[in-house]
C-alpha cells in the first residue's frame, strides 16, 4: 500500500496540475488581503468603487473577518479545487488508458482507489496549509488589528472543520471519474452542486443538502456557524456513499476499456 501512495503522489508531484491548484487557490488569500485592506483604508475604497462594494461582503478589516473569509472560500472554492484534484487523479488513468495496468499489478483491486484518496487527502491538506500560510503572512503585512492567540486559534479550528467538512464531498466525485471514465462526468457534477448548494441555501434548506453545509458553517450565510447533528450526518453519509461506491466499481465494474 506505502508503494502505490508513493506512486500515486509521485504521479501527482511530475504533473503541472499540482502546481495550477497552488496557484489557483493562492488567489483567495490574495483577494481576501485586498478586500482587508480597501475596508482598512477608506480613502481607497472610494477610488475603489465596485470593489469596495464587493468588500463590504467581507465585514470589517480584521483578523476574526479575514480568517472567516478565509473559511467560506475553502468551503465554496474547495469544492471545485478538491473536486477538480480527485476528477484528475481517478479520471486520468481512464483518459489515459492507464487503467489496465494498475488492474494488472499483484495486490486486490481496492488498493489502487484507497491510494487514490490518500493522496487527494494528503495533496488537499497540504494545498490548505498553503493557503491558511499565506493568509497569514498577507494578514500580518496589511497589520491587520484584533490579533491575539485565542482569535488565531478559533480561526484555525473554523479553517480545519471547514476543510474537514468540504474533502469529506470528494468520494462521490471519484465514483462519477471511474463511472464516467474521464474527467468530464465529475466536472459537470461538481459544477452542478455548486450552483444548487446556492439555491437551495437561498429557499433555506441549505443545512441538508450535502454541498451547501461546509458553507452555512463558515457563516457565509451571516447567520453564525450552522452545523447541525443531521447535516453532519448527511455530510458522513455521503462520503460513506462515494468511497464504497468507488471501491465497488473498482472490485466489481468490467474494466474493460
Not at 444548487?196 to 450565510?221: D, E, H, R, T
Amino acid at each position: 500500500m506505502c508503494a502505490l501512495i508513493s506512486t500515486e503522489f509521485l504521479k501527482s508531484r511530475k504533473s503541472k496540475v499540482i502546481w495550477i491548484t497552488f496557484i489557483a487557490f493562492t488567489i483567495l488569500p490574495l483577494m481576501g488581503g485586498l478586500f482587508m485592506f480597501v475596508l482598512k483604508h477608506p480613502y481607497f475604497a472610494e477610488k475603489s468603487g465596485l470593489l469596495a462594494a464587493k468588500a463590504q461582503i467581507a465585514g470589517s478589516a480584521d483578523w476574526p473577518s479575514y480568517l472567516m473569509l478565509l473559511s467560506q472560500g475553502i468551503a465554496i472554492g474547495g469544492i471545485f479545487v478538491y473536486g477538480f484534484i480527485t476528477s484528475w487523479i481517478f479520471g486520468r488513468e481512464y483518459t489515459d488508458c492507464t487503467v489496465k495496468d494498475l488492474l494488472s499489478l499483484p495486490f486486490p483491486r481496492a488498493y489502487v482507489p484507497i491510494a487514490k484518496f490518500i493522496t487527494v487527502f494528503i495533496w488537499s491538506t497540504l494545498l490548505t496549509i498553503w493557503v491558511i500560510g499565506i493568509g497569514f503572512i498577507v494578514g500580518m503585512v496589511i497589520g491587520l488589528p484584533q490579533w491575539s492567540t485565542n482569535v488565531w486559534q478559533h480561526g484555525l479550528s473554523m479553517l480545519s472543520i471547514t476543510f474537514i467538512l468540504t474533502i469529506l464531498l470528494n468520494p462521490p466525485v471519484a465514483f462519477l471519474a471511474c463511472y464516467g471514465r474521464g474527467y468530464l462526468a465529475p466536472l459537470g457534477f461538481i459544477i452542478m452542486t455548486i450552483i444548487l448548494s446556492q439555491i437551495v441555501a437561498v429557499i433555506g434548506y441549505g443545512s441538508y443538502f450535502p454541498w451547501a453545509i461546509p458553507a452555512m458553517f463558515s457563516n457565509v450565510s451571516g447567520e453564525g456557524s450552522i452545523l447541525e447533528l443531521e447535516g453532519l450526518i448527511i455530510i458522513i453519509m455521503t462520503a460513506f456513499i462515494g468511497f464504497a461506491g468507488t471501491l465497488g466499481f473498482w472490485r466489481f465494474a468490467d474494466q474493460n476499456r
